[in-house]
């Protein structure tokens, strides 16, 4: 499968006259990052990472049909270390409404965020010793789906029958460019 995805990355990149230095791919957990290194990664990502959004559906897809595939793997694409840049700015975002969690008692909803970054908030309150106090859920539907940080040992009846709604923050605080 690496072969498969690194050959289909330079038939792309020559078909779209991008330019590339190194293609590493590398399984981590249960998906496939491809670390690329390029002397312009900005041609590369894209006005808020839409060309390797693109590009990364595009990866997915042709290897999926030539490996006959059930289900398309889960490849995320990284340029000069900008995907990894975004999940750190998740999980410290997620460690900071942590702390107000645990100050207030109060659940909190994060901005909402595509199914990638969700994923990676769960993981790293799920799989981080100093957040193990709390727990996570995804509500909402669509473009609004959000994950709600709670303390995992709630008072009971603290907030029986109460609904969520989404959080629309006005304030800038970081999750409004993250584009997977």
Request: proline residues 3%.
């Given at each position: 499968?690496?072969?498969?995805i690194?050959?289909?990355l330079?038939?792309l ?5 991008l330019?590339c ?5 590398g399984?981590?957990?249960d998906f496939?990052r491809v ?8 041609r590369?990502?894209g ?7 693109a590009?990364q559906h ?6 999926r049909?030539?490996?006959k595939l059930?289900r ?12 990894r ?6 999980r410290r975002?997620?460690e900071?409404?942590?702390d107000?969690?645990?100050r ?5 909803a ?8 969700r994923?990676?908030v769960?993981?790293?309150v799920?799989?981080?010793p100093?957040?193990?106090?709390l ?9 609004y ?10 008072k ?5 029958g109460?609904?969520?709604?989404p959080?629309?923050e ?7 460019n993250?584009?997977?």
């Amino acid at each position: 499968m690496k072969t498969a995805i690194e050959e289909t990355l330079r038939t792309l990149f020559t078909f779209l006259d991008l330019s590339c230095d190194r293609i590493d791919v590398g399984e981590e957990e249960d998906f496939i990052r491809v670390d690329i290194v390029a002397s312009d990664p900005s041609r590369i990502i894209g006005w808020h990472g839409e060309t390797l959004n693109a590009l990364q559906h595009l990866v997915k897809s042709i290897v999926r049909s030539q490996k006959k595939l059930e289900r398309s793997p889960f490849i995320v694409l990284d340029v000069d270390g900008y995907r990894r840049a975004q999940e750190d700015k998740v999980r410290r975002i997620a460690e900071q409404k942590a702390d107000f969690v645990r100050r207030t008692g109060n659940r909190v909803a994060l901005a909402p965020m595509s199914p990638y970054f969700r994923r990676v908030v769960h993981l790293h309150v799920a799989n981080t010793p100093a957040l193990s106090d709390l727990s996570t859920e995804s509500v909402g539907e669509g473009d609004y789906r959000q994950i709600v940080l709670k303390l995992k040992e709630e008072k009971k009846g603290a907030h029986d029958g109460e609904e969520l709604s989404p959080v629309i923050e006005e304030k800038d605080d970081g999750l409004e460019n993250l584009d997977i």
